[in-house]
T-cell receptor, first 111, second 114 residues
């Protein structure tokens, strides 16, 4: 079945880089996503990568995709306290309207 | 700007009560979803709807039902609330008009069943 796994918690110091990892199972996914959930709020799409790409850079964010290992990562450069949130990776399981979300990684940024 | 609103931010109900959670979106989206969010379990899909009066079960539909009488509104119903339904409930919407399938989320309803 479909399953998306993430580590539950990551703590970094302000100014360091953060790397959040995710493994997924459905190789037919056309897009893979990173959503961000700030305290007390719903999820918002942070960035995404098309499945035929290896890397996508968007300002401080770098997404790496290893399709062979079904591994997705999100790197946040120069992490700020405002980056403290829960980060969810998600896949769309082969062009369906449904998304399958991971367990979420709580990123805590220490000043 | 897409807006998804949920009727309550916090709700406290007693075991056995019938509970209605309402969700409204203002972007004319065809797809609407209900999830529950629990620590360590991530988001789990309860029900979704591709159109008015249409519904499909997600991964954990037991103990829940839904209603979609109008395109903009999707209701989640707990027929007889139980303590194991204490959770954060998130509503989302999307349109099939793009390949991206981006979902837009409401702020969530934290439900406590005592």
């Amino acid at each position: 079945g479909e399953d998306v796994e993430q580590s539950l918690f990551l703590s970094v110091r302000e100014g360091d880089s953060s790397v959040i990892n995710c493994t997924y199972t459905d190789s037919s996914s056309t897009y893979l996503y990173w959503y961000k959930q700030e305290p007390g709020a719903g999820l918002q799409l942070l960035t995404y990568i098309f499945s035929n790409m290896d890397m996508k850079q968007d300002q401080r964010l770098t997404v790496l995709l290893n399709k062979k290992d079904k591994h997705l990562s999100l790197r946040i450069a120069d992490t700020q306290t405002g980056d403290s949130a829960i980060y969810f990776c998600a896949e769309n399981g082969g062009a369906t309207n449904k998304l399958i979300f991971g367990t979420g990684t709580l990123l805590a940024v220490q000043p | 700007d897409v807006k998804v609103t949920q009727s309550s931010r916090y709700l406290v109900k007693r075991t056995g009560e019938k509970v209605f959670l309402e969700c409204v979106q203002d972007m004319d989206h065809e797809n609407m979803f209900w999830y529950r969010q629990d620590p360590g379990l991530g988001l789990r899909l309860i029900y979704f709807s591709y159109d008015v009066k249409m519904k499909e079960k997600g991964d954990i539909p037991e103990g829940y039902s839904v209603s979609r009488e109008k395109k903009e509104r999707f209701s989640l119903i707990l027929e007889s609330a139980s303590t194991n339904q204490t959770s954060m409930y998130l509503c989302a919407s999307s349109t099939p008009g793009t390949d991206l399938y981006e979902q837009y989320f409401g702020p969530g309803t934290r439900l406590t069943v005592t």
